[in-house]
Structures are given as structure tokens and as C-alpha cells.
């Protein structure tokens, strides 16, 4: 049986969700779609849209419903199509972020944009010598990453960043291996040699 809760008892949490990722830190919000969640998903599921929620990581987000035999109903929710540098930061955080977890660190995982530089050193182009052009790259898909909601900046810190748990969402543990195998693949292709090593 549908929830008939009105939508102005969760109109903040819904907003938040179809304007991306929800976090735990949006108490209110956060408080609203645990109070409703079942009138979210009912309020959500006309446009196709699932809802998400994962307590115990503090995020909850929106996926649309794939139909193959219908291609005529619109796509509200984007595709995030990532450049190579954002695809390759995004599974080296990932990375950092199981290594992190298994070595039982309380809190959060934040790394500085220096920290991010670092790791993508091994993944440069070879024959591009610019090193400002470089780092430049790195801090535009810091920003793209900060956008989509896989980065956080830290309050007080001008060039520190959270490492959100969505990522574990985005990049499950179960495809990661394949992904990374596969950029390795592509930076073998571009550059010769052997297996990038990582920072």
C-alpha cells in the first residue's frame, strides 16, 4: 500500500536527492528520509527513479530505472561520463579508501590535493613535460570529483578534501579489480613498459 505522507513532510530530502547525493552531515534532511523513506520511494518511483540509502555509510542517492523495451520515457537523472584523469583519481581514492578501512583508522579519510598529485604522478603522459599543465589537470578533476559529491573540502582547510563513501557505491569492491586492470591496461597502451606503481 502507497505511503500517503504529504510531500511537504519530506520536500527537503527530496531535493537534496534529485540534486545529487544526501548526506548524513544534512541533519534535517538526513532526519526526513529516515522518518519517510517509504514515501520517498513512492513519491520517486512514477519518474522511474529508485532510491538508495545506506545508514551506516551517512548517504543515500537516486538511480533511474533502465527499461529495454521502452526508450521513449526521459532521462531525468544525468550520466556522469568521467574524463581519463577523473576516472583514474576516482579508483586510486577508491583504493586508498579500502586500505584505510582495513587498517581500522577512526573517522574519515582526507587527503590533501598534494596527496592527489602524488598519486597520479605514475599516470601522466609521458610525453607531456609541463608539470604545471600536470597538476593543473589533477585540480580539475579534484574539482569534478568535489562536484559530484566523491570529494569533500574540509571546512578551514584550503587545499584538504574527504574522501565521501559513495565512492564505495560508485566503485564497488567487486568491479574495482576490473576497472583498475583495465586503466592499467590503457597506461600500458599509451606509454610502454610495465605496471604503474603507485605512490
Given at each position: 500500500?502507497?505511503?500517503?505522507?504529504?510531500?511537504?513532510?519530506?520536500?527537503a530530502a527530496?531535493?537534496?536527492?534529485?540534486?545529487?547525493?544526501?548526506?548524513?552531515?544534512?541533519?534535517?534532511?538526513w532526519e526526513q528520509l529516515l522518518r519517510h523513506r517509504r514515501a520517498l520511494e513512492d513519491y520517486f518511483a512514477p519518474l522511474r527513479l529508485q532510491l538508495?540509502?545506506?545508514?551506516?555509510?551517512?548517504?543515500a542517492y537516486?538511480?533511474?530505472s533502465e527499461l529495454e523495451d521502452d526508450d521513449s520515457f526521459?532521462?531525468?537523472?544525468?550520466?556522469r561520463n568521467l574524463s581519463y584523469y577523473q576516472t583514474v583519481l576516482l579508483v586510486l581514492l577508491r583504493k586508498r579508501l579500502i586500505a584505510f578501512e582495513n587498517a581500522g583508522d577512526p573517522g574519515s579519510l582526507s587527503l590533501s590535493e598534494g596527496d592527489m598529485v602524488e598519486m597520479m604522478r605514475v599516470?601522466?603522459?609521458?610525453?607531456?613535460?609541463?608539470?604545471?599543465?600536470?597538476?593543473?589537470?589533477?585540480?580539475t578533476a579534484i574539482k569534478k570529483l568535489v562536484k559530484y559529491g566523491f570529494l569533500g573540502k574540509l571546512r578551514?582547510?584550503?587545499?584538504?578534501?574527504?574522501?565521501?563513501?559513495i565512492v564505495k557505491a560508485y566503485l564497488p569492491i567487486t568491479e574495482l579489480q576490473t576497472i583498475y586492470d583495465t586503466l592499467q591496461d590503457h597506461h600500458r597502451r599509451r606509454h610502454g613498459g610495465g605496471q604503474a606503481e603507485e605512490e
Open positions: 500500500m502507497a505511503d500517503t505522507t504529504a510531500p511537504a513532510a519530506f520536500g527530496a531535493v537534496h536527492l534529485l540534486r545529487g547525493i544526501l548526506y548524513a552531515d544534512r541533519a534535517d534532511a538508495f540509502v545506506d545508514e551506516p555509510e551517512g548517504y537516486l538511480r533511474q526521459p532521462r531525468l537523472m544525468s550520466r599516470y601522466w603522459d609521458e610525453l607531456d613535460t609541463n608539470e604545471r599543465k600536470r597538476e593543473e589537470a589533477v585540480g578551514g582547510e584550503s587545499s584538504r578534501y574527504e574522501v565521501r563513501r
